[in-house]
């Protein structure tokens, strides 16, 4: 099975230009939640131009730009912008994995379905992504870490790449040799060490003899700079209502509003491969209900019948369209992975700047929560490759009982 990376660089700035598509192109800069110190961690392309910089106080952001729009980031409009995306990959990925915990560069995984070339089906990933407010870059590569440095890193610095690289079948080790160490999240300690010893590419570091002692719950890093990271998939079961908000202001009016509501709508649908059985339409303070001949999956007739609900309030000053969606179970049929006949739409959001943004690779290894754990995991591998009995605890009580 082939692993997909999907990676969403900046994304709570990607998540507030979703809700606010009329600030697309505006200098726009998305601080951290409120605490200690409250920091700059997103900014758009206009932003980064007029100076504005990552960690930066918003204060002074603010006194030196004061046409810059400074908002908070929401972490539950976050986590419902991966699971919308998550919904409409449905439609053409075998299988979708929702990543770890939320980042300011948060990747998924996809299981690319068989017989559809990496090229091809990152291309139908990024027009999916499109039609719902999301800018991504995709990796294709035999296990997770692999497409994840071809997502993040080599696709991040091709400026004048389509946003997809894919790796060859068997050829993760030989393109992870030449990538920077600090792509592993070692410590800056071990790598000060392994650079003094002339070790700085995943390569140099894969080619080292293993290391004479090890502990049950190491991270292996040189599996990793091997390519020979992990390739499984947590699947996406989505079972919650669909809801997508979209702010007025500017020259995106109730219409547009209303269609780009029933766009995202009907891609989630479709990657869910059900309809829509009861929809309401929110606008502002005013509430209504959705009336729908059948339950449907279809753009044209979603956003028809969103239009008529409001059509007796396009003139009051809205602040936000919010469509709450019941999905009927058994109402379509599941959409065939893979397919061909996804449209492509333009660009909806802003990106960061072009340079690529990259965090280390986390690895999570296995916990050991109490000392019988630790007693029945056995004695760590000698240099000699030998094994030394360790009594368990039963063991222990028979002895000494």
């Given at each position: 099975?082939?692993?997909?990376?999907?990676?969403?660089?900046?994304?709570?700035?990607?998540?507030?230009?979703?809700?606010?598509?009329?600030?697309?192109?505006?200098?726009?800069?998305?601080?951290?939640?409120?605490?200690?110190?409250?920091?700059?961690?997103?900014?758009?392309?206009?932003?980064?131009?007029?100076?504005?910089?990552?960690?930066?106080?918003?204060?002074?952001?603010?006194?030196?730009?004061?046409?810059?729009?400074?908002?908070?980031?929401?972490?539950?409009?976050?986590?419902?912008?991966?699971?919308?995306?998550?919904?409409?990959?449905?439609?053409?990925?075998?299988?979708?994995?929702?990543?770890?915990?939320?980042?300011?560069?948060?990747?998924?995984?996809?299981?690319?379905?068989?017989?559809?070339?990496?090229?091809?089906?990152?291309?139908?990933?990024?027009?999916?992504?499109?039609?719902?407010?999301?800018?991504?870059?995709?990796?294709?590569?035999?296990?997770?870490?692999?497409?994840?440095?071809?997502?993040?890193?080599?696709?991040?610095?091709?400026?004048?790449?389509?946003?997809?690289?894919?790796?060859?079948?068997?050829?993760?080790?030989?393109?992870?040799?030449?990538?920077?160490?600090?792509?592993?999240?070692?410590?800056?300690?071990?790598?000060?060490?392994?650079?003094?010893?002339?070790?700085?590419?995943?390569?140099?570091?894969?080619?080292?003899?293993?290391?004479?002692?090890?502990?049950?719950?190491?991270?292996?890093?040189?599996?990793?700079?091997?390519?020979?990271?992990?390739?499984?998939?947590?699947?996406?079961?989505?079972?919650?209502?669909?809801?997508?908000?979209?702010?007025?202001?500017?020259?995106?009016?109730?219409?547009?509003?209303?269609?780009?509501?029933?766009?995202?709508?009907?891609?989630?649908?479709?990657?869910?491969?059900?309809?829509?059985?009861?929809?309401v339409v929110r606008a502002g303070d005013d509430e209504r209900a959705v009336a729908l001949a059948a339950p449907t999956a279809d753009e044209r007739d979603l956003g028809d019948a969103l239009g008529r609900a409001l059509h007796d309030a396009a003139a009051a000053p809205f602040v936000e369209v919010a469509v709450t969606v019941d999905v009927e179970v058994g109402a379509a049929a599941p959409a065939e992975a893979g397919r061909a006949d996804v449209q492509a739409?333009?660009?909806?959001?802003?990106?960061?700047?072009?340079?690529?943004?990259?965090?280390?690779?986390?690895?999570?290894?296995?916990?050991?929560?109490?000392?019988?754990?630790?007693?029945?995991?056995?004695?760590?591998?000698?240099?000699?490759?030998?094994?030394?009995?360790?009594?368990?605890?039963?063991?222990?009580?028979?002895?000494?009982?």
């Open positions: 099975m082939r692993i997909a990376c999907i990676y969403l660089p900046s994304l709570p700035l990607q998540v507030f230009l979703r809700g606010a598509p009329a600030l697309i192109g505006a200098p726009v800069a998305v601080t951290s939640a409120a605490g200690a110190r409250v920091s700059i961690v997103a900014r758009s392309r206009a932003a980064a131009a007029a100076g504005v910089r990552l960690g930066a106080s918003p204060l002074v952001a603010r006194e030196a730009n004061p046409d810059l729009v400074v908002t908070q980031g929401d972490r539950e409009a976050e986590e419902a912008a991966v699971r919308a995306a998550a919904d409409a990959l449905g439609a053409v990925a075998a299988a979708v994995d929702l990543g770890g915990p939320l980042s300011a560069h948060h990747a998924i995984y996809a299981a690319v379905p068989a017989r559809v070339r990496g090229t091809t089906f990152g291309a139908r990933v990024l027009e999916v992504l499109e039609a719902q407010g999301l800018r991504a870059r995709v990796g294709i590569a035999d296990d997770r870490f692999t497409a994840w440095v071809a997502a993040s890193y080599v696709a991040g610095a091709d400026a004048d790449g389509d946003g997809v690289v894919s790796v060859p079948r068997g050829g993760s080790a030989a393109f992870l040799a030449p990538l920077p160490l600090s792509l592993l999240a070692i410590s800056p300690e071990v790598q000060h060490v392994l650079g003094a010893l002339g070790v700085r590419t995943l390569g140099e570091f894969a080619a080292l003899p293993p290391p004479s002692t090890s502990h049950p719950w190491d991270a292996d890093y040189q599996a990793l700079a091997r390519g020979e990271g992990a390739a499984g998939l947590a699947p996406y079961r989505p079972t919650s209502s669909i809801v997508e908000r979209v702010a007025c202001g500017g020259d995106v009016g109730i219409a547009a509003a209303v269609g780009l509501a029933a766009r995202r709508v009907a891609g989630r649908l479709a990657g869910r491969g059900r309809a829509a059985a009861a929809v739409v333009p660009h909806a959001v802003d990106d960061a700047p072009s340079a690529p943004t990259v965090t280390p690779f986390q690895l999570t290894p296995p916990a050991v929560t109490s000392p019988t754990q630790m007693l029945e995991a056995g004695h760590r591998r000698t240099r000699r490759g030998k094994h030394r009995p360790r009594h368990t605890v039963a063991a222990q009580s028979r002895l000494f009982g």
